[in-house]
């Protein structure tokens, strides 16, 4: 079992920044990869990208490479998400998530655990 807090979410105006925090307990963190999804109103959840176990490898949507970065830190059992120049079609709840196995995944469906999401809103 896994528990996921994120944090970190708010109003941030177009071009701004924003990093998001996502906390992990439970399994030892180090043993698994991390995702981020999110979703906007009215649309499926997406994937935003990924980070292996070691943190050596990172993953990302065509839609935020450049922009985003994932990172982590195994002795604070965190997970991060800094966004950089944002825009408004990046307002969305975002998510943290685990994956049912090992390996790096894409699809929502191979995730187990997730947080509770955070908003993120970018205004124009």
């Known amino acids: 079992q896994v528990q996921l807090v994120e944090s970190g979410g708010g109003l941030v105006q177009a071009g701004g920044s924003l990093r998001l925090s996502c906390a992990a307990s439970?399994?030892?963190?180090?043993?698994?990869?991390m995702g981020w999804f999110r979703q906007a109103p009215g649309k499926e959840r997406e994937f935003v990208g990924a980070?292996?176990?070691?943190?050596?490898?990172?993953y990302y949507a065509d839609s935020v490479k450049g922009r985003f970065t994932i990172s982590r830190d195994n002795a604070k059992n965190t997970v991060y998400l800094q966004m950089n120049s944002l825009k408004p079609e990046d307002t969305a709840v975002y998510y943290c998530?685990?994956?049912?196995?090992?390996?790096?995944?894409?699809?929502?469906?191979?995730?187990?655990?997730w947080g509770q999401g955070t908003q993120v809103t970018v205004s124009s």
């Open positions: 439970g399994r030892t963190f180090s043993s698994y990869s």
């Open positions: 980070i292996t176990r070691n943190g050596l490898n990172t």
């Open positions: 998530a685990v994956p049912r196995s090992t390996g790096v995944y894409r699809r929502p469906q191979d995730y187990i655990y």
